[in-house]
């Protein structure tokens, strides 16, 4: 009866999300011996302004900086 | 205090959805003396193709066979 | 496909958490047409310590107060 | 490694969100000594035909009332 | 910034814990190309008496049945 | 309406958690208006071995490395 629930920031295509969903049930159903048929999985594509990281959305993180700013993100 | 979440693969109307927020929060107050004011419930419509069961997106399974393959879906 | 999950602030009992499923279930059969089987529901029962109202914790909005401060909850 | 869900009904601005995560951001930072970029946050804003509260849909409760049945909302 | 939850009903072993993150992390970097170090991953072992499918706690499906009541679940 | 969910990894004290309920809803009631009795806060303290980044537990990533095997963490 596993449940999954995968919060992504921006979009993902069609066969992208086919993908993960065949991945992660063959995962549960590999190391668990869960029954494929139970495995519930929901994936959520959420907007860069509504995912914050390090403090900020993610929309501002990734805006174009002013020259003379060009610090590099100490995170990648 | 309670809060539920729930996630439904498709589309509600408005009425199914004040049905079912009713039934719920009556559920709680019937079943554990909770006030209802303090009941929070949200109701999240997913797509078919965020959703996934037995392994793969519901909007795929869901889609027309080709002839021929007219196979039973054995969770229905 | 529903998922549901519920938290409480404290503890249920196998009785109503037991009730609180069967009706939840009924009212997604009913009022969506879901197949019973395929609805997925998690109680999570929260402790008082951990689940947060009005700006506090439940723990500490329920402890007892020093005489002389009888006020009245404003939110009831 | 924080993760946190904040579900709103209704809209925020770019400028709220953005204020919103920088605090909660902070706060989990000046209370726990979490590391800044492992914290995650997603607000999720809910249409109020999808939130819940004292058994109705928000959407419902806000809505004009005819004459003649002026009640005060005993929530408020 | 992938955030997971699962939620399983029963426990797992640390190596089956283990062995799903590393395989849902894999999934995200190589259908997305997510950095894996923004992925977080939460399991979430839930009691079978605070799990409910099928319209009851798998803890109450679960349990012996008097003889006489052998019928076959549908959903297995 | 707004409700918080926050999945720490590892423990919090009591005094910890309340300052961060306080924290949340001053910043969900000075940035949207929001009635602070309406905000909903659940923090949950997930075990290191529940708990994945970077493809694997925090509890393994946290183990004691063996002499020779002291490599820095790209992540930190």
Tied chains: 1, 2, 3, 4, 5, 6.
Excluded at 34 to 41: D, G, H, L, S
């Amino acid at each position: 009866m596993p449940f999954v629930s995968i919060r992504l920031a921006g979009a993902a295509t069609r066969e992208q999300k086919a993908a993960i969903v065949a991945d992660v049930t063959t995962s549960l159903v590999t190391r668990l011996g869960k029954n494929p048929a139970a495995v519930q999985i929901v994936i959520e594509e959420v907007s860069t302004e509504n995912y914050g990281a390090g403090g900020q959305l993610l929309a501002d993180r990734d805006a174009p900086v002013a020259k003379g700013d060009a610090h590099a993100d100490p995170r990648q």
